[in-house]
Nanobody, 126 residues
Framework: QVQLVESGGGLVQAGGSLRITCAAS????????MGWFRQSPGKERELVAG????????YYADNAKGRFTISRDNAKNTVYLQMNSHKPKDTAVYYC???????????????????WGQGTQVTVSS
């Protein structure tokens, strides 16, 4: 049974930092592209950052470039999202997702990702 469990969300002030973590189990983690998506009320789920199976390639949405960093530890089956310089518009539920991608590509579409975590709330106060 595949499980993706996010942790580390919470309340942070604008300009502050937060790191969220996703622990994966039940899958061959090192064969999966991992993505962090977010969704706020009334908006579509969007890919914030992605990382390919070995961590050699990353993708960032424009609104995350220069502020967020995605990383992974395949020995621990864990992917991280370090978020700095938070803005109120970063407020959302953040989801971890896995896309089986032995070729190492990063898909930006949510439909590519078949495994999802339950999400963790990040709230940025102004």
């Amino acid at each position: 049974q595949v499980q993706l469990v996010e942790s580390g969300g919470g309340l942070v002030q604008a300009g502050g930092s937060l790191r969220i973590t996703c622990a994966a189990s039940g899958l061959a983690f090192s064969s999966y592209t991992m993505g962090w998506f977010r969704q706020s009320p009334g908006k579509e789920r969007e890919l914030v950052a992605g990382i390919n199976k070995r961590g050699g390639r990353t993708y960032y949405a424009d609104n995350a470039k220069g502020r967020f960093t995605i990383s992974r530890d395949n020995a621990k089956n864990t992917v991280y999202l370090q978020m700095n310089s938070h803005k109120p518009k970063d407020t959302a539920v953040y989801y971890c997702a896995a896309d089986y991608s032995p070729t190492g590509t990063i898909c930006s579409r949510s439909e590519c990702y078949k495994q999802w975590g339950q999400g963790t709330q990040v709230t940025v106060s102004s």
